[in-house]
Every structure is written in C-alpha cells, then in structure tokens.
C-alpha cells in the first residue's frame, strides 16, 4: 500500500524556511548587537582620545603664543558682549584655564557652546563676561563623552573652589550653591550686581540631557573692575543664593 509522502516533504521545506529565516535573523541581531557596543565604544573611548588630542593642541598652542588678551571693563552699568572687547577670538579658541582641584578638572576652556566648541572642551557662554569683567561668568561642559569634564560636577558642595586663569591673572572662585534646574531655566546665567560669580553648567543626570546641573561660585582672588567686590575667602552666614 502506497503511503503519500506529500505531507512530510511540505514540512521538511517549512521547517527549512523557518531555519534559514532564524539563522537571517540571528545574524542580523549580532550584527546590530556589534553595531550598537562599536557605537557605544566610540562614546565613552573615541570621542575622550577626540578630546584628549584637541586639549594637547589648545595647550600647545597658548603655550606658544600665549593667552588672549581683553579688557576689564570699568563701566559699573556695563554688561558688553565680550566679543565686542576681543573680536579676534573665535568660537572654539582657547581662552584659558579651568582647575577644579576637588574633582580633578584641568582644562583649557574655548569660547562659545556650540557642538564643535564643546568637543575641545568646556566652553564659555559668549553672551557673558570674562573673569575680571563685572558680573557672572558662564561655562559649559560634557558631563559624558568627549573627556566629560564636568562629569564629577555634582560632587562640588559649598565652600570647595574654582579657578581660572587668562591673560587677565588668576582668579579664585568659591562654590556658594549647586542646584538642578530645567533647561530653559537660563535665569543661571544672568548678571550679577556686585560680587564677581562664575556660573557652571551641564547636562544631568549623566547620559541625559532632561535636565541642567548648576555650580555657582563668588570671587574670592583676582582682579576687578571698581564698583564691584569680592566675596569672604572663609564660608559665612550670607544666604546660598546670595550672589
């Protein structure tokens, strides 16, 4: 008695298909798996040796020809544009040095925010004064990729110190409050009346950009301009938000 085989064969091909569609698609998750861990590499490796070689070379280069130079502007109403005392400075030039000893930051800071700038390293807010102008410095940083600067940031409390060199001398600044704010909340950044401040920003929490992480600090040493002061060196009783 013939037995119909027919079947059997239409199962053995279905389970070839089904065979050949998993071994497809196997591949393809480890070639997506390898994608995303090279993507991921390059993140956390290939942009800090990125940012690593432009710090080397911004070094190299104040080093060879110095630091820009700016003025200290006396006007006691004036908030200038710094561009407009130094419009030979480009976005993305190195404008000095930023130490935060606690957290072990050494870099040189660039002028401007923008993508590229902020690949060298932190940046400094070009609608703010430079340190020795009158009113609040603004400085920006990765807190991931590209050396993450200010990846410890959080870790600064009252009290710890900030300083910054430039052509202008050097200048000490001392943390007053730490705060996590929205991104639209630039009221960070806006002058100050009296006391010198220095206001740094970046993305928290890490690898997110949902919301900002901000370090306020006064001058303590360094120049400045007549009407303005700086602050006690010792932590007083004056209120955080006291800048």
Known sequence: MAVDATPLVGHRRVAARRRRWLNRLGKALITIGVLLLLFVAWELVG??????????ALRAELEA??????DIV?????????????PFVKPGDGIGYLRVPKIGVDKVFVEGIDRDALRKGPGHYEDTPLPGQKGNVGIAGHRTTYGAPFWALNRLRRGDRIAVETARGRFVYRVIWVK?????????LNPTRVRLSITLTTCTP????????VVRAVQVIGPHPPGTRLASQRISDEPEDGA
Do not use: I, M
Not at 47 to 56: E, K, P
Not at 180 to 188: F, I, R, S
């Open 206 to 213: 890490r690898f997110s950009a949902s919301q900002r992480l």
């Open 180 to 188: 996590v704010v929205a991104p639209d909340d630039v009221w960070v």
């Open 65 to 70: 020809e110095g630091l820009p130079g700016y």
């Open 47 to 56: 942009t800090n040796f990125l940012a690593a070689r432009s710090q080397a």
């Open 74 to 86: 006396e006007d006691r109403d004036a908030h200038p544009r710094p561009n407009t005392a130094r």
